[in-house]
């Protein structure tokens, strides 16, 4: 992977607030070698500039989006309401309810506009860059063995766990 490599996955946060955590999905992909971008927008604060990216994204592309954001977290429903592109949304514990309302505001989508939705915070931005990346290795060998050898990796690990 390059910086000129175009991305293929478009990795989106409602606010400079949540970068903190969806940093976790950037440094995955980058691991997996897999070309990304990362963007702050919001759905109440620029809809238009939302509505404009992920319209645009397919073109230039894309092949999946993820989506962060905490509160009563509409940015993943919202970019899945533009494109056909797979969404993953990641819900952030950044209100007072830690991350619940989130959770079932990006889970929680009525029928026909689907948003994949994963764990809360850091663990699910990692899993939604895992999962983008198992959603591009269905077409791409090189990524489902840079999978396969993340899982090794992580299985050793426990084989090799010391309680001393
Ligand atoms: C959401 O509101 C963002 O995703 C963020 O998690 C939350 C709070 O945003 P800030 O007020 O911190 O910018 O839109």
Redesign the pocket.
Known sequence: MTDQDPPLVGIL??????WDVMKAASETLSELAIAHECKVL????TPKELAQYVTGAEGRGIRVLIA????????AGSVAASTVLPVLGVP?A??DLNGLD?LLSTAQMPRGVPVGTLAIGAAGAINAALLAASIIGVHDEAVRDKIREGRAAMARAVLESRLD
């Open positions: 946060m409602g606010s400079r607030n949540d919001s759905a109440h604060r962060g954001a905490g509160g009563a977290a509409h940015l952030l950044s209100s989130a």
